[in-house]
């Protein structure tokens, strides 16, 4: 079975699943909170909006804390012993590479045991079995599933059949949303702030004078602060269907005194949508938009102001017969990154892409790749680490990486990759 809903006019009941939740997807997500999860911790992860400013500090907090155990083979022994009576379900019907592949690297981290299913023809569904009927099966034989589909919401409808289940006494397991339709990308949203947490901190690339390269920077930038705080963001592209915007302006949202600049080309398609304007436009979010680089925001051009830039591709691949004769007509070269556009980007401004970016359309040219604000792929390798914090958090084992991290490095002040031993203990 493919992603598509079926087009007949007698409703499957894959359908007719969908349509059970309708009224929970309807309500606000400050009431559906509480149901992702257990105890005031996390339990399923479904959308952006779900994490506090305090859970992301905490996540990236671990997220460090194993960054840094993993470079000793006593922390790999370690944490691979944290989650190996657990196994995690990855039920991904479209297509990934970062978001499957660091999934899966963070559970091997924790030492869960993974399984797949990336082609539904190769699963019972091709027999009509429905999707609940499979998330139920997968729910059977793993601990936790984590889920990529085209469906906006499906996603949140098997939180919620996991938690009727455990509700009616049922075997009932953590779901988490890896991608779901153009709608929400939540732990996608996850790496690209611990990219930015680390990015301003300021700390020397080798981890070494901290203060040194802030305070220097506080030469040219007098107003500058650490952390995500009284920052302003780019984002540039198609803001329209970029499930890994929505997610990440809603985490933003968060921040105090946090602007947020929208750069797209003027078309319905590809500008920002109404429902997430007003939910930050409610979170008194500044916002912008505007349809270049070159337009003045307070008097400055776009690209001048901007505290970071998250560029995104331009999704081709959604497009409607119409939007193909649109955009053949559209000058979209505006929205590529050029060495010019990055030599006047604020000097500590990281660049972010969550990929993958179109090696046709090129929205950020190779040659931009060795720029020290290019980070990229430091931010797809920083998938890893913050999943596997999430991984903890959700199975409850944060607190003994915490303990056993200080247990080893108790002598070290401000443990960090630039200070710790990496040699074998
Ligand atoms: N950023 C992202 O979701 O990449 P993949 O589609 O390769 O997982």
């Excluded at 006593?74 to 590479?97: C, E, V």
């Excluded at 153009?182 to 300021?202: C, G, K």
């Excluded at 915007?245 to 319905?268: C, E, G, M, N, W």
Aim: glycine share 4%.
């Amino acid at each position: 079975m493919s992603d598509d809903l079926p087009t007949e006019n007698v409703p499957t009941q894959d359908e007719l699943d969908l349509l059970r939740y309708e009224s929970r997807i309807k309500r606000p997500l400050q009431m559906k909170i509480p149901e992702l999860e257990r105890d005031e911790r996390l339990r399923h992860v479904i959308f952006g909006g779900q994490f506090t400013v305090d859970l992301l500090e905490e996540l990236a907090d671990t997220a460090d804390k194993i960054r840094i155990l993993s470079k000793l083979r006593s922390g790999q022994d370690f944490l691979i012993n944290l989650l190996s009576h657990k196994r995690a379900m990855l039920y991904f019907t479209q297509p990934s590479t970062r978001t499957f592949l660091s999934f899966m690297a963070a559970c091997q981290i924790l030492g869960m045991t993974c399984n797949e299913v990336r082609d539904p023809t190769t699963s019972s569904e091709t027999k009509g079995e429905t999707r609940f009927d499979s998330i139920r099966m997968f729910s059977s034989y793993f601990d936790l599933i984590i889920m990529r589909s085209k469906l906006p919401s499906l996603a949140e409808c098997c939180a919620y059949l996991m938690n009727d289940l455990q509700d009616s006494g049922n075997r009932s397991v953590p779901i988490v949303n890896a991608g779901s339709g153009a709608d929400e990308h939540p732990t996608q949203a996850l790496l690209d702030v611990y990219t930015l947490q680390r990015s301003f901190q300021f700390a020397d690339a080798n981890g070494a004078s901290v203060l040194d390269r802030f305070d220097e920077l506080r030469n040219s930038y007098p107003d500058l602060t650490k952390g995500l705080a009284h920052k302003v963001y780019g984002f540039c592209g198609d803001i329209g269907r970029g499930r890994t915007v929505r997610s990440l302006a809603s985490l933003l949202a968060k921040y105090q005194d946090v602007t947020l600049v929208f750069i797209s080309p003027d078309h319905p398609t590809l500008t920002l949508r109404d429902d997430l304007r007003n939910r930050l436009s409610e979170q008194g979010v500044r916002i912008h938009e505007v349809t270049s680089f070159e337009e003045r925001v307070n008097g400055v051009p776009a690209i001048e102001l901007l505290d970071a830039l998250y560029m995104t591709r331009i999704q081709k691949e959604h497009n409607i017969p119409a939007d193909d004769e649109h955009f053949a007509q559209m000058d979209l070269s505006q929205y590529k990154l050029t060495r010019q556009l990055v030599a006047r980007m604020k000097s500590y401004a990281p660049i972010l892409h969550p990929f993958p970016r179109d090696q046709h359309f090129g929205e950020i040219p190779p040659e931009i790749d060795n720029d020290p604000r290019a980070m990229y792929f430091r931010q797809a390798r920083n998938g890893m680490w913050i999943r596997a914090a999430m991984l903890a958090s959700i199975f409850r084992v944060d607190h003994h990486i915490a303990r056993y991290f200080y247990d080893e490095y108790k002598d070290w002040n401000n443990a960090d990759e630039g200070n710790v031993p990496t040699s074998q203990h």
